[in-house]
């Protein structure tokens, strides 16, 4: 049981898990990454994938692989009572970049564990976490692993091992909730009928009252007919497709059941009752039978542990918002990680991290109860959907927001984003060596930092002289220990200040003005994730610094240049 040691321990290497460690190790983090399992499971369990995440993905430069593999999620059909019912068609404004997408869970991770590959990491199956101890400066995990027992030191642990959570327990973390009493067959199945490709289909029967008596949702994945369908298990005491309820030691009853899953027969009842079409299912490629419960730990984080994806919080699937909120708490918290691991992070960072998600995670979870008990969402179709897209998730008033100065606001009351939102996308920029147009989203592509976006706005004198870009770009690179980039985007007919020596791009389509409402002399500050953290209209070296300093540390210590990974894996 000699001790070993490394900067991250991830534990779960699920979507969440593989995120967070391909995002250390982008940011050259040493990272060890665990399972319990053998070997992957192959099974299509969370399959929709949100514009947001697939934004995400393109950021970390995955989602050329996803796009490759994933279908596109077109809408839902409804059928009540065999009869049509309201159609839902996903459509989004076209300034947003992405559309839904459906793609198995067992892809998803193959594409992230080979991505993490390309890092030099792999994960480390059949290791089990046995226990945690903290310390002041690291945390001590014991381990089961195939060569027997281990001792591991991480600087942090982060536990993304899914809703019966070893890392939650040992840190002692309260995960208050309930368990919906219905039980439900899951399958990865053929289904051979006439209706439209690349529909969602749900099918519901009522009783005489009008209540929901039986269901069947049926998602499209990639394949010929493919379907993951889901339907409830049939009741009373000859149910064979019943594997049990899948409760842990009684504390969470969530997810995936052992024991026999429904067969092809019992699928295929279940399409002669509800299918408005005659149907027959084949090639049943997996089926389970899982229960559903709605639980929120009360703390994201307990000193050096964070927990992440269904390890803190759990949901009904309904409008597939789990596994892809659990991207987004890797992408909120491995850029916080990976800062306070150079020593350039400054006091707090890591709490904006419960700060900022738990909000999140307990909107998640309110808003898919609710709709599973059948309330209507009071919201207009666009807010709906923009908001099942993940594109409305922001994190106004959070504590690395606005001014920490002179000359900084948070964009209250005007157009454009304000402090806290999506920093959104936009076509047709212009740069100096490229015949093609470009994307905002192109300019942060692949770059693990802030970034500084400058507005010089149609004149080019005065507070846009080349001197004042430069002094705001010294100053927010200083404060920020050298991990930012700056940008220059120039109004369609603005020429750049004479000596200008910063990258630019020209707004020539008018999208940036069109999206960003931006003033003349404005700057904005990027976080790494994509997320606006302050808009400053009359910037100055010392406002930028001052709003930095919410984030870095001061003076800059010493760090390892941007980029490099370190030999660890």
């Known amino acids: 049981m000699a001790d070993t040691e490394t900067e991250v321990l991830v534990v779960g290497a699920g979507p969440v898990g593989l995120t967070a460690a391909a995002e250390l190790r982008r940011r050259g983090v040493g990272c060890r990454i ?11 369990k969370a399959v929709g994938i949100q514009p947001r995440t697939l934004e995400v993905w393109e950021a970390m430069g995955l989602v050329g692989r996803v796009l490759d593999e994933a279908v596109p999620l077109l809408g839902q059909l409804t059928f009540v009572d065999g009869e049509p019912g309201p159609r839902l068609e996903l459509e989004l404004p076209a300034e947003v970049p992405y559309r839904f997408a459906a793609l198995p869970q067992d892809t ?45 030191r991480a600087r942090y642990v982060l536990g993304c091992d899914g809703a019966h959570s070893r890392v939650r ?26 209706l439209p490709g690349g529909y969602g289909v749900r099918c519901l029967r009522r009783t005489g009252d009008g209540a929901p008596d039986d269901v069947l949702v049926c998602i499209p994945l990639p394949g010929h007919h493919r379907y993951r369908v889901s339907m409830l ?37 279940v399409l002669d009752r509800l299918s408005p079409r005659p149907a027959t299912a084949g090639a049943l490629r997996w089926s389970s039978v899982f229960r559903i419960s709605h639980r929120l730990a009360d703390r994201y984080r307990v000193g050096r542990v964070f927990l992440a994806g269904d390890a803190a919080h759990i949901h009904p699937p309904t409008g597939a918002q789990g596994l892809n909120t659990g991207v987004q708490d890797a992408w909120n918290l491995a850029w916080k990680l990976a800062l306070a691991l150079r020593g350039a992070a400054a006091e707090g960072l890591l709490d904006s991290y419960h700060a900022e998600r738990h909000p999140v995670g307990a909107e998640v979870v309110g808003r898919t109860v609710r709709h599973a008990r059948g309330e209507a969402d009071g919201d207009d179709r666009t807010t709906v959907l923009l908001r099942q897209a993940q594109l409305l998730v922001n994190y106004r008033g959070g504590p690395l ?20 939102d999506r920093a959104p996308d936009c076509a047709g920029l212009e740069r100096p060596l490229t015949a093609f147009p470009q994307r905002l989203f192109d300019l942060l592509r692949d770059r693990p930092h802030h970034t500084l976006l400058l507005y010089p706005g149609a004149r080019a004198d005065g507070a846009a002289r080349a001197e004042h870009l430069h002094a705001l770009a010294d100053a927010a690179r200083t404060a920020a220990h050298g991990l930012l980039d700056v940008h220059v985007v120039l109004a369609d007919d603005t020429p750049p ?35 606006l953290a302050a808009r400053f209209p009359a910037p100055t070296p010392a406002a930028l610094t001052a709003h ?22």
């Open 233 to 269: 298990v049939p009741s009373g005491p000859d149910g064979s497709a019943d594997g049990g309820d899948g409760a842990d030691g009684g504390e969470v009853e969530h997810g995936l059941a052992g024991g026999q899953g429904p067969g092809l027969a019992d699928i295929q009842a």
């Open 401 to 420: 927001n606005g001014a920490g100065g002179a000359g900084a606001e948070d964009g209250e009351g005007g157009a454009g984003p304000r402090a806290g």
């Open 108 to 152: 998803t991770e193959r594409l992230l564990t080979e991505h993490l590959a390309g890092f030099g990491t792999r994960v480390e199956r059949g290791t089990e976490l046995l226990g945690l101890d903290q310390e002041d400066d690291h945390v001590r995990a014991e381990l089961a692993t195939p060569d027997g027992p281990a001792v591991l």
């Open 169 to 194: 327990r040992a840190i002692g973390v309260d995960f208050a909730g309930d368990a919906f009493p219905e039980r439900y067959m899951l399958g990865d199945v053929e289904v051979d009928w006439d």
């Open 34 to 44: 665990v399972d319990r399992l053998d070997r992957p499971q192959p099974y299509a």
């Open 497 to 531: 200040p004479e000596g200008l020596l910063l990258p630019y791009a020209r707004d020539a389509a008018g999208s940036f003005r069109t999206a960003w409402a931006p003033a003349g002399g404005e700057a904005f500050v990027v976080r790494p994730d994509g997320y």
């Open 548 to 569: 930095l300093r919410r984030t870095f540390a001061g003076p800059p210590a010493a760090a390892a240049p941007p980029g490099v990974v370190r030999g660890e894996g």
